[in-house]
């Protein structure tokens, strides 16, 4: 599976951003799509997955409210909508995809640059 991450952006605080990711190679019905971000100096954090047989999803607490995850099954592709953004949202946003069979995420695109201003 190769993973093409887009939408990123300089945004103010309480703005939107919406981020792509872009499958190809297989479909994503055996899989998990995840998206993290890594802000500078911080390790890497889970801010949201879905499972795509289903729909079925989950946020962590510090984005619960805000933060929202769709696919689209046609076109093989995640969405990460962003609401009420805040300065600590900033950081570089990951998709990444793991297999039902996997306890990893395996395939990880190139990341997309999230900037929030305060």
């Known amino acids: 599976v190769q993973l093409q991450a887009s939408g990123g952006g300089l945004v103010q605080a309480g703005g939107s951003l919406r981020l792509s990711c872009a499958a190809s190679g297989r479909t994503l019905s055996s899989y998990v799509m995840g998206w993290f971000r890594q802000a500078p100096g911080k390790e890497r954090e889970l801010v949201g997955a879905?499972?795509?047989?289903?729909?079925?999803?989950y946020y962590p607490d510090f984005v619960k409210g805000r933060f929202t995850i769709s696919r689209d099954k046609a076109k093989n592709t995640a969405y990460l909508q962003m609401n009420s953004l805040k300065p600590e949202d900033t950081g570089i946003y990951y998709c990444?995809?793991?297999?039902?069979?996997?306890?990893?995420?395996?395939?990880w695109g190139q990341g997309t640059l999230v900037t929030v201003s305060s």
């Open positions: 879905v499972t795509w047989s289903t729909g079925s999803s």
């Open positions: 990444a995809s793991q297999h039902r069979a996997s306890s990893t995420y395996d395939h």
